[in-house]
């Protein structure tokens, strides 16, 4: 039988935000209002011992594996990889990601918004697609695939299908769509 999370297994959200440090959210002293953080971290919940790089791809390789960026080849941005130890920009099968350890244990999972690991090379529609996030252990995902995308006229992909985004809506943005 397939497996299944525990009766009572909790839902896990896990929110990365490009370009924002410490200093920025009003929970650990910065100007932007985080008021629902405020209210975990007055009950005591603050992670801030996370290993972060002042990169987008690195970052995100380590918060996926758990492990320092250079040990899973993202030593810098993905789209800048060359063929030396901890530059290559290729997760290794060895470095399991969150969403495969929670879907491995019985969890639905989705990956929405930036996704900025995958190897430049790799992003085509012929793939492979073993470092996209569905072969990363996520279920479902939604969101662009490189650094950046325009904001109102987005280039979105639904798991491995482009998505066309509404252009008949004047009043479209990518923060609400996803």
């Not at 100007?31 to 801030?48: C, I």
Request: net charge negative.
């Amino acid at each position: 039988p397939a497996p299944a999370a525990p009766a009572g297994a909790p839902n896990i959200l896990l929110v990365l935000l490009d370009d924002v440090g410490f200093a920025a959210a009003s929970t650990f002293g910065g100007p932007v209002p985080t008021p629902h953080y405020e209210a975990l971290a007055a009950r005591g919940l603050r992670y801030n011992r996370f290993h972060t790089t002042a990169m987008c791809s690195p970052t995100r390789a380590a918060l996926l594996t758990g492990r320092n960026h250079h040990r899973v080849g993202m030593g810098g941005i993905v789209d800048l990889a060359f063929g030396e130890p901890g530059y290559t920009s290729i997760l290794p099968k060895s470095a399991a990601t969150l969403g495969r350890v929670l879907q491995l244990n019985g969890y639905a999972t989705a990956w929405l918004g930036k996704n900025h690991v995958t190897p430049k090379w790799e992003t085509g529609p012929q793939g492979p697609f073993d470092r996209w996030p569905n072969g990363l252990g996520f279920d479902y995902f939604y969101g662009f695939m490189g650094g950046a995308t325009d904001q109102w006229d987005p280039v979105l992909v639904e798991n491995r299908n482009p998505v066309e985004p509404p252009r008949d809506d004047p009043d479209y943005i990518l923060d609400r769509d996803l």
